[in-house]
């Protein structure tokens, strides 16, 4: 990972991005939901350093505010998909047979269906906000990494060392976490920040539209859909909004890209 350039510019940007996101808001003179009723759409003044938005709330901190909750939801999601992705991919991969094809069984099933209009469908009736849009997107991000772990995992299963175990009677939970996770690290390091990127996407697409994150709390998606109408008059509110949303997005995946790359020469090697 250190020889990997992609891997180390993604850390240094996204680090960057954390400590303008988590740090920002307390030097910030406004908090995200303060109003300002004496400055509505203002420009950026020493008091309000990229201005207000149309209700008077300060651009700086309510975009921050917006950043940190599409970042931890796309962190949450990743976490969650991955989890998932490892506990299904490894019971099939380790135990074969009827368990195997049903899993497997499953997971085709999901992968035919459309999830993002399966979201849009669900999305209106139920309460949103981030509890909610957390396991929706992460129901239908793991399905094709329990795939791949399933493979390495139904290829490990024969090695030496794990049919040592067996024989010496060792649990399959136990040889599955002291034998087989860690050959698979690397998959799911991967698959992890590489999945922080899409669901961020994911989530600002949905807020966008009106079915993610909603009032009286904000994200990226829903910042942008707010100032969007007015970006060719007031820009602020919008590109402060996107242009956080594709740095995010770009740091992850540089990050991702640099992790496969450092961890797995073969893909192209460290650059």
Do not use: C, K
Request: proline share 6%; net charge neutral.
């Amino acid at each position: 990972m250190i020889r990997s350039r992609r891997a180390v510019a993604g850390l240094v940007l996204l680090a960057t991005l954390l400590a303008l996101v988590f740090a920002g808001p307390l030097v910030a003179p406004w908090s995200w939901d303060d109003t300002d009723f004496a400055a509505l759409r203002s420009g950026p003044t020493a008091e309000h350093w990229l201005g207000t938005t149309e209700s008077g709330r300060d651009v700086f901190a309510v975009t921050l505010r917006g950043a940190r909750t599409s970042l931890l939801i796309g962190l949450a999601v990743a976490v969650i998909s991955t989890g998932i992705a490892a506990v299904v991919g490894t019971a099939a991969g380790y135990a074969g047979g009827r368990l195997d094809r049903t899993l497997m069984w499953g997971v085709d099933l999901l992968l035919a269906l459309p999830p993002f209009l399966i979201v849009v469908l669900l999305a209106p009736h139920l309460d949103g906000g981030a509890p909610v849009l957390i396991p929706l997107l992460a129901a239908f991000m793991w399905m094709i990494t329990a795939r791949m772990v399933r493979a390495m995992t139904a290829s490990l299963r024969d090695r030496e060392y794990v049919l040592a175990a067996r024989f010496l009677g060792v649990g399959a939970p136990r040889v599955i976490v002291r034998h087989v996770l860690p050959q698979l690290a690397s998959l799911l390091a991967v698959d992890a920040s590489l999945s922080v990127g899409v669901a961020i996407v994911a989530e600002s697409g949905l807020s966008y539209l009106g079915l993610g994150v909603r009032p009286p709390d904000v994200s990226l998606g829903t910042l942008i859909a707010d100032g969007h109408g007015a970006v060719a008059a007031y820009p602020l509110p919008f590109g402060f909004a996107a242009g956080l949303l594709v740095l995010i997005v770009l740091a992850v995946n540089l990050l991702g890209d640099g992790l496969r790359d450092g961890l797995d020469p073969a893909s192209g090697g460290a650059r």
